[in-house]
């Protein structure tokens, strides 16, 4: 009885070992959609490839779908998702966990977001590179990732509007670079970013780019590791000063004010009209210019300020009731 108890042990030790096993140690290119299909075919058991992993139908086969690869849960090397024609999805790539190097998704016509890499948690390599996606709108997908090991680098995605997907990544182990995202408007997605962990900052060409002053940028501009670049983004982003400006406000802890005080239109040019409900009593105004100079004083306050005597920029405006300081960025068009 020993000895059979003791076959059935080896022989379901002999299964589970073999069901999930390492392979592929030089890696593997898939250029057709055949290949994807047949992966599990041609290679039984196979769920982690630690070598790198190359998908492209540059060579003219056409991918549409990584379904064949469902069974992958890690890869040593890198992951390099690289000029394919018809691909919409990445689903087929959910259980994998972790990339042990580089994470490069470009020259995608057609893929609108990373869905497929939910269950994605690190990436050890020296980099990730998201660029010339020209259908991307956000990075979700990547909300389980926390750790990148080196540069985060998304560039030329016409169509990005967020980086939402990345709110969960806690440390980079290199530069942080956005730029040329002409519909990236904020950066927030990159709060939680420990600042220590980012060797340099570029941050650039984002025409739509007006929100910069995320708590990761905020805490880097502060005290700098290396190298910043900021410019050529809309205003409130198209220099470190304004950025610095702006992030004055970031640390300030302010009870919810939008249902008691208003502050429009911003932008504007000529007038500025605060309105305040259930009583809230605005003693001052303040606004000063990038600089932190002080430039309005007003402590007779009516409905309507006359702001056109300040230049075109950015600015914060300050309100100070007896119980609270308010400052928000106001932009003079």
Not at 71 to 97: Q, R
Not at 121 to 128: E, R
Not at 274 to 301: A, F, M, P
Request: proline residues 3%; contains cysteine; negative net charge.
């Amino acid at each position: 009885m020993k000895k059979l108890t003791f076959l059935i042990l080896l022989a379901l030790f002999i299964v589970a070992n073999v069901s999930s096993q390492p392979c592929l140690y030089n890696g593997i290119t898939f250029n057709t959609q055949a290949e994807i299909d047949n992966f599990q075919t041609n290679y039984p058991n196979c769920t982690e490839i630690w070598g790198d992993v190359e998908i492209s139908d540059a060579g003219g086969g056409i991918i549409t779908n990584l379904i064949g690869l469902n069974v992958l849960t890690a890869i040593g090397g890198s992951l390099l998702i690289d000029i394919n024609y018809a691909l919409t999805s990445l689903t087929g790539l959910d259980n994998v966990s972790s990339i042990g190097g580089d994470l490069v998704i470009s020259y995608n016509p057609v893929l609108t977001s990373l869905t497929g890499l939910d269950n994605l948690s690190s990436i050890s390599g020296s980099l990730v590179e998201i660029h010339h996606n020209p259908a991307l709108t956000s990075l979700t997908g990547l909300s389980n990732l926390t750790s990148i090991g080196g540069d985060l680098d998304i560039f030329w995605n016409p169509a990005l509007t967020s980086l939402t997907g990345l709110n969960n990544v806690t440390s980079i182990g290199g530069d942080l670079i956005i730029l040329d995202n002409d519909a990236l408007t904020s950066l927030t997605g990159l709060n939680n970013i420990n600042a220590n962990s980012i060797s340099d900052l570029y941050i650039y060409d984002n025409p739509s780019l007006s929100t910069c002053e995320v708590q990761s940028v905020c805490d880097y501009l502060a005290s700098p590791n290396g190298t910043v670049e900021i410019h050529d983004n809309a205003l409130g982003c198209n220099s470190q000063a304004e950025v610095d400006s702006a992030c004055a406000t970031v640390s300030i802890e302010k009870i919810d004010f939008k249902d008691e005080v208003s502050i429009f239109p911003n932008p504007t040019d000529k007038e500025l009209f605060i309105t305040t409900k259930d009583g809230t009593i605005i003693n001052e105004v303040n606004i000063y210019n990038q600089i932190g100079q002080r430039v309005l004083h007003e402590t007779r306050l009516t409905d309507v300020i006359d702001v056109s005597e300040l230049r075109q920029g950015m600015y914060i405006i300050e309100l100070v009731s007896d119980e609270f300081i308010i400052r928000e960025k106001l932009i003079i068009k």
